[in-house]
């Protein structure tokens, strides 16, 4: 019985002694966490039809009606770095439907504004539901919805109104 305990410690000791670092080898010093780079925040998007001259929009909301040809997304921007690449991508109906690369954010802090507009020119935004999100360096830093009634819907978003099926 003494001979096996005598073993069983010498077996212990020897995971010890190997598992134990010799000399300075710092595997157990602390390693300090590098900091992770300021990211863009921001106060979430608004939608409106106009907006005033610091980027505020002028009676918000997130339904507008038909014949509706541009709606704005705002927002607050926070600790952003003014040389990353700021984009939007607007899905309807939950379609990619137009992207944006924004000419946003000089500053570190402030206000920014987009104009949403029918795909290929002017005219009304057909109806549909909108959802935006907005990427700094392809990270989503927003993202909101809004809608625009309307009866012929993206269906008919720059194509013939003829739906007989000849």
């Known amino acids: 019985m003494i001979v096996r305990i ?9 995971f010890a002694v190997l598992g134990m670092p010799w000399g300075d080898s710092g595997a157990f010093r602390p390693t300090t966490a590098a900091a992770a780079p300021a990211a863009t925040s921001t106060g ?19 339904e507008f009606g038909d014949g ?8 607050d921007f926070f600790d952003h ?6 984009t939007a991508l607007v899905r309807a109906n939950g379609d990619d439907y137009r992207e944006y690369k ?11 504004a987009f104009p949403i507009t029918k795909r290929g ?7 549909a539901a909108y959802d935006v ?19 012929g819907g993206l ?4 194509q013939s109104e003829d739906n007989d099926n000849d």
């Open 6 to 14: 005598a073993a069983a410690v010498a077996i212990l000791a020897s």
């Open 44 to 62: 979430g998007l608004q939608f409106s039809t106009s907006v005033d001259s610091q980027a505020r929009p002028e009676n918000p909301r997130t």
């Open 68 to 75: 509706t040809n541009t709606v704005w997304a705002s927002f």
């Open 81 to 86: 770095d003014p040389n990353a690449d700021v």
């Open 102 to 112: 924004l000419d946003c954010c000089d500053s570190r802090n402030g206000r920014f």
């Open 121 to 127: 020119g002017g005219g009304d935004l057909p109806g």
């Open 133 to 151: 999100r907005v990427y700094v360096n392809s990270v989503e830093v927003a993202q909101g919805g809004f809608g625009v009634n309307g009866r």
């Open 155 to 158: 269906d008919n978003d720059g």
